[in-house]
């Protein structure tokens, strides 16, 4: 196999906060197959789901290779299935309030207090129809790490690329840690002294809104970072009431990006507190090296 050159993001001069960000229900208020792509196929989209759960259910099968599965054999009565078409319905995608202007207003705050904030997307939902919207396309997002398809020499989807569960969500925060961006970059496995990390996990921030991010959320809770439940503000915090109980986020707040709301306070907060951690971070390291040279 031939060596590839990788793509690597290193060790800054400002410190850097990674924002990790679920998609469905955490930045849109349902998911994203369901604004218009189901029911183009003929489908309500509680009929689209039980269908492909029951799918995965009779076959031992990962829920998220089931819906695309069902995506792909589908289509074929109704469209193509292409990059276009999937960028298209993800134009349609609805925002929660504040989203459109939110990941500019945060690394602009970021700056002015000596922080590089970078966003990211985890998500189990379709990475083209992500790259439809109007804040990818605006190149608001470091990576879109999402649930892909292989597309033909026509260009048509034929395959999944890559799938992401609630499980191997989690390898993604180790990639962003290291700068290992690249999604085959075998460089995930290499050591990196603790000073040396990019990204350490006390400056990772995960916001997600359900069960399906508790791994990632368990993760970013146990190495010193910040895990974050969001809700729809028109719905009960049931949720977030139990993932607070169970140890599994830090923090809720409304999913409601306007400026000086809940959230927005809240990541401030956060960005102001990796000022002053890190200044003590990078003073007990200068310590460490000397003590070992001396």
């Not at 260009?155 to 499980?167: D, E, L, M």
């Not at 000086?260 to 200068?286: A, P």
Request: aromatic fraction near 14%; charge should be negative; proline fraction near 3%.
């Amino acid at each position: 196999m031939s060596e590839r050159n990788y793509l690597r993001k290193h060790k800054e001069r400002l410190p850097v906060i990674a924002i990790c960000y679920d998609f469905d229900k955490t930045l849109t208020p349902n998911e994203m197959q369901a604004q218009g792509y189901i029911q183009s196929l003929g489908y309500e989209a509680n009929e689209f789901w039980n269908k492909s759960n029951g799918i995965a259910e009779d076959n031992d099968m990962d829920e998220n290779l089931s819906y695309m599965y069902m995506m792909v054999n589908e289509f074929k009565d109704h469209h193509k299935l292409d990059r276009k078409t999937l960028e298209a319905y993800g134009a349609e995608v609805k925002l929660f309030l504040g989203v459109d202007d939110w990941f500019r207003r945060i690394r602009e705050y970021g700056l002015e207090r000596g922080v590089l904030v970078e966003h990211y997307i985890i998500s189990s939902g379709i990475k083209e129809m992500i790259e439809g919207t109007e804040i990818a396309k605006k190149g608001e997002f470091e990576k879109i790490y999402a649930s892909s398809f292989y597309f033909d020499d026509k260009g048509i989807a034929r395959w999944p690329a890559q799938v992401v569960n609630y499980t191997n969500k989690t390898q993604f925060l180790f990639r962003i840690q290291k700068g290992t961006l690249d999604i085959n970059d075998p460089g995930i496995n290499d050591y990196f002294p603790p000073d040396e990390i990019r990204v350490p996990f006390r400056n990772i921030v995960y916001i997600g809104d359900s069960d399906t991010d508790i791994p990632c959320m368990k993760l970013v809770n146990t190495y010193g970072g910040f895990s974050v439940g969001v809700y729809n503000p028109a719905q009960t915090k049931d949720k977030v009431y139990k993932m607070i109980k169970d140890n599994r986020i830090k923090y809720f707040a409304p999913a409601d990006y306007r400026e000086n709301k809940e959230l927005d306070l809240l990541i401030k907060n956060i960005i102001e507190r990796t000022v002053f951690n890190e200044k003590l971070e990078s003073r007990h390291y200068n310590c460490f090296k000397e003590a070992m040279e001396s």
